[in-house]
């Protein structure tokens, strides 16, 4: 592991699964949050996590606690100032990414490498913020993090070649398998996935199927390990429309143009597993 101590910000879906990832690798962790009871909720999801992970033999007690004991959190981006590396992981919106690299770039210390989780936005575009924009990169993990072995390290225009090969053999330490992608909107994967999930939900309101038949059409048709409304669900519809969104403005290619119906359920609340309800009730 190229980086002892690495700082996470945000602790959504992303940020926890990726504090999970890292520290297994044998970093410590520290992740930013707004709120303490977000920072609470991390520390106990990271517990259940690796309790499941015990039981299903996958770690000893012993290796879990270890795993468990360097992951810590905290209100305050001044605490991230000694981290070798920082993954930002905030929601997809730039100007909260954009805000939140301005107060990372107040604390750093000097060599610090910063990375975005984003899906679709610049990275250069960030980069630009700060003051060494040639420490920063992409690193877009997938969803679970922990399950997934994808990432995609973005190489925007500004970057540094070490930073880049740091990052690289970072994702390699994490047990994941990284693809260096261009800087452009979507990279590869959702640049190729979300003009699908969007016409799926496209072909729902033209009722060609229910939303359980179509998930099975794609699973059995496909052999996809899940359909596209429970993809869409595990993702969160509110990360999906600004995903679609992103790529309309980039592209102006109307499959791109987030359905009506997504937007719709997000501003009824409906954002997928994570509010307990999306396209399937998850009954919390
Ligand atoms: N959900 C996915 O499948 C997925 C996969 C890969 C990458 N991503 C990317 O990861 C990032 C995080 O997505 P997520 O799915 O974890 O989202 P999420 O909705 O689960 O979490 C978003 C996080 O952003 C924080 N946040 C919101 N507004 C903020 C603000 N004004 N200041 C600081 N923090 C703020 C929230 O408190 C929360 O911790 C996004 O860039 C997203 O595109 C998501």
Redo the contacts with the bound molecule.
Sequence with gaps: MNFQKVGI????????GIAEVVATAGATVILR???SQ?ADAVLVGLEKSLARKVAKQLHSHATANIIRSRVSATMEFADLADCDLIIE?????LD??K??FHELDQIMKPGTILT??????SVAGLATTISHPERVCGL????P?QAMPLVEVVRPLSASDETVEAIIEFALACGKEPVEVKDQAGFVVNALLFPYLNHAVRLLGQEVATIEGIDIAMKGGCGFPMGPFALLD???L??SV??LDALDVAFGDANFAPEPLLRQMVSEGK?GR?SGSGFYDYGQ
Aim: hydrophobic share 40%.
């Design positions: 910000v945000g602790s959504g879906i992303m940020g926890s949050s707004r709120t977000t992981s905030v929601v997809e919106d909260t990414k805000m939140v975005t989780n984003t899906s679709t936005l877009h993990f997938f969803n993090a595990l993702i969160g509110d990360t600004a995903i954002l994570k």
